[in-house]
């Protein structure tokens, strides 16, 4: 099982510039975050803090009992092998092939044979849909395939937590499509802990267990996907539904007279070009047929039951919409829609029951 992550009234800081205060969340073991955010609002210098790549102000991060923020430099360099990064910029080594790049932490970390080694990097490579490229330098190979020699590198030492920072970046709907469903299934293979940073709304709402959002120079929202779908918190909403109206704008905040200059737009009946009323929860991503079910999925399901009744309605119906007969039993929830809301009605515009 993945381990588990836990980060507490984490702050950073770059000289007297606040990049973000008191950021608290946990990654329970095994299961798929996503973390949102505008850009430059640090959710790059967050995966590089929870991997004591950076030195936060405050706060800690936990892993296997080690707060990386406080440990020895030893202890730092152990409980760093527990994870395996992909970097936004998939931080490969221009000189070297596809090959010795994905070796690379092999050759650094482990005392494996060259044999042994050559087996665990075809592997990951034939993972990674990179068969053949091993010979290729990162500078001859497309953006797309850079970042799967990334994921490959990132996954040789077996990690039980995966940072991917922007897997999705530069790739074409049908192989971001193919990461999604990559990383489900590596996630049903190695139960592994996975946080995903994403702009990608797709991605966002149908990868991963749960959604964080930082903005503002705060982690406006973190918790169960149902709950983010269905969120009218305005800059979760604006986000998830990739709309211009709303608190972000492109120098990331809007003044008061923007907004309200964009809302008489929009009331006057001008569209901004979003994809309207897709508010909702969608299926889930679901691991290849023929591979184990989630075991993080099926911990999350009675991790998430333990806490509906503390849900908003929208998200208890979400959930509730979603379980199968047998859950339903299970868990004692009655009804067709199953809702725990105060009218009962549970059939929520994009609401689909698996
Ligand atoms: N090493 C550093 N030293 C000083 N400032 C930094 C450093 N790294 C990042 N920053 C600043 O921190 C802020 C957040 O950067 P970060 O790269 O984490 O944003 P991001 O949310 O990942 O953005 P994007 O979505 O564009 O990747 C930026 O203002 C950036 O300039
Ligand atoms: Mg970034």
Same mark, same amino acid.
């Given at each position: 099982m993945g381990a588990e992550v836990v980060v507490e009234g984490l702050s950073t800081s770059f000289g007297r510039q606040? $990049?973000?205060?008191?950021v608290t969340l946990t990654l329970p073991p095994g299961e798929v975050s996503v973390l949102l955010g505008p850009s430059g609002t640090g959710k790059s210098v967050f995966l590089k803090s929870m991997i004591g790549l950076l030195k936060p102000d405050q706060g800690s991060c936990t892993v296997d009992g080690t707060d990386i923020v406080r440990c020895s430099e030893r202890k730092l360099y152990e409980t760093r092998k527990l994870f395996g990064v992909l970097f936004q910029d998939g931080?490969?080594?221009?000189?070297?092939?596809l090959y010795d790049n994905v070796a690379f932490p092999l050759r650094e970390h482990t005392k494996k044979s060259e044999t042994e080694v050559r087996r665990i990097v075809l592997e990951k490579l034939e993972l990674t849909g990179l068969?053949?490229?091993? /010979?290729?330098?990162?500078?001859?190979?497309s953006g797309g395939m850079r970042k799967r020699a990334g994921l490959a590198r990132a996954l040789v030492l077996d990690p039980e937590i995966i940072l991917c920072d922007?897997? /999705?970046?530069?790739? /074409?709907p049908v192989r971001t499509a193919y990461i999604s469903q990559l990383l489900v299934d590596l996630n049903a293979q190695i139960d592994a802990t996975i946080l995903i940073v994403t702009h990608n709304i797709n991605v966002a709402r149908t990868v991963p267990d749960n959604i964080g959002m930082l903005f503002r120079k705060e982690l406006v929202m973190f918790g169960p996907r149902e709950v983010l779908l269905t969120s009218d918190e305005p800059v979760v909403e604006q986000f998830l539904n990739g709309?211009?109206?709303?608190? $972000?704008?492109?120098?990331e905040e809007k003044d008061s007279a923007q907004i309200a200059r964009e809302e008489a737009h929009a009331a006057a009946?001008?569209? /901004?070009g979003s994809v309207d009323d897709v508010r909702g929860v969608v299926p889930q991503l679901q691991p290849t047929p023929g591979l184990p079910e989630r075991q993080g999925a099926i911990r999350r399901k009675d991790r998430v039951m333990s806490l509906l009744h503390t849900l908003p309605p929208e998200a208890q119906r979400g959930i509730t919409a979603s379980l199968s007969a047998q859950d339903r039993l299970r868990y004692g929830v009655d009804g067709v829609d199953g809702a725990h809301g105060p009218d009962g009605a549970g059939a929520v515009a994009g609401i689909l029951p698996r």
């Open positions: 606040p $990049i973000w205060r008191d931080a490969l080594f221009g000189s070297m092939t068969s053949g490229a091993e /010979d290729k330098l990162p500078g001859e190979i922007e897997p /999705d970046s530069g790739l /074409d709309r211009v109206r709303g608190p $972000i704008g492109m120098s009946g001008h569209h /901004d």
